[in-house]
Nanobody
Framework: QVQLVESGGGSVQAGGSLRLSCAAS????????MGWFRQAPGKDRTFVAA????????YYADSVKGRFTISRDNAKNTVYLQMNSLKPEDTAVYYC????????????????WGQGTQVTVSS
């Protein structure tokens, strides 16, 4: 069982930056693919980024490529999402996610979810 706790959300103006953190419980953090999804009001939850445990591969949604960076610190059991050049359309609740398989880009692939953290970008 893995518990995920997000932090770092908030409100920012367009063009600004935020860094989200997700702390995971458990002793096998390095064996999980970690990632982020987001859900805007009235919309489905969608993939944002993932960092595979296998080979250190990273994956990004097209909408955030070049602006967001996912990283992980296995010693701290923490995954981060650095978000730069934020846009109003990035406004959503951001969820941390974990999976034991190397790839995770769909909501049905997620084994564990965090409780979510709100990100609001104003124009």
């Amino acid at each position: 069982q893995v518990q995920l706790v997000e932090s770092g959300g908030g409100s920012v103006q367009a063009g600004g930056s935020l860094r989200l953190s997700c702390a995971a419980s458990g002793r096998t953090f390095s064996s999980y693919t970690m990632g982020w999804f987001r859900q805007a009001p009235g919309k489905d939850r969608t993939f944002v980024a993932a960092f595979s445990w296998s080979g250190g591969n990273t994956y990004y949604a097209d909408s955030v490529k070049g602006r967001f960076t996912i990283s992980r610190d296995n010693a701290k059991n923490t995954v981060y999402l650095q978000m730069n050049s934020l846009k109003p359309e990035d406004t959503a609740v951001y969820y941390c996610a974990a999976r034991t398989w190397p790839v995770m880009t769909r909501t049905y692939e997620v084994d564990y979810w965090g409780q979510g953290t709100q990100v609001t970008v104003s124009s």
